[in-house]
């Protein structure tokens, strides 16, 4: 259920746009659901069609959404190719420390400090 609240400093847009992208990232829209008509949902939510149709242009453009001609808007499965690469690429990091004999809390350490701060060389505990 998307609920836009007019007394919010957020756009419409973009409250429309962070509601439909959590409900993608969290599952709650299965990839390949059809999403409704720009027109529809506009009318269904009280706003204008540009809003929704801006929403729906930037959830296309983070590739969690793809429009097909004449079909509509569909839930992209973009969202699930990136948990698979990040699964391959944790099983082959995981492979690396395995065979470097790194204990798994440095292992941990190192991932964390990347994903922090770009960098592969936390400091020791």
């Known amino acids: 259920m998307i609920v836009i609240d007019s007394a919010s400093p957020v756009p419409p847009f973009e409250q429309l746009r962070a509601q439909l992208a959590r409900q993608i990232r969290s599952h709650t829209l299965a ?11 506009a009318a269904n939510l009280g706003l204008a069609a540009n ?8 959830l296309e453009e983070a590739g969690l959404i793809e ?8 839930v992209a499965a973009a969202g699930e190719k990136g948990r ?6 944790a099983a082959e990091y995981a492979a ?11 292992a941990i350490r190192i991932v964390r400090a990347a994903l922090t ?3 592969t060389t936390p400091s020791s505990p």
């Open 96 to 106: 690396v420390i395995a065979g470097a004999g790194i204990d798994t809390d440095e």
């Open 51 to 58: 809003t929704v149709g801006r929403a729906y242009r930037e």
């Open 117 to 119: 701060n770009g960098t």
């Open 31 to 41: 990839v390949g659901t059809r999403l409704p008509t720009i027109r529809r949902l």
């Open 84 to 89: 698979e690469q990040a699964r391959r690429a």
């Open 67 to 74: 429009t097909r001609r004449a079909a509509g808007s569909f």
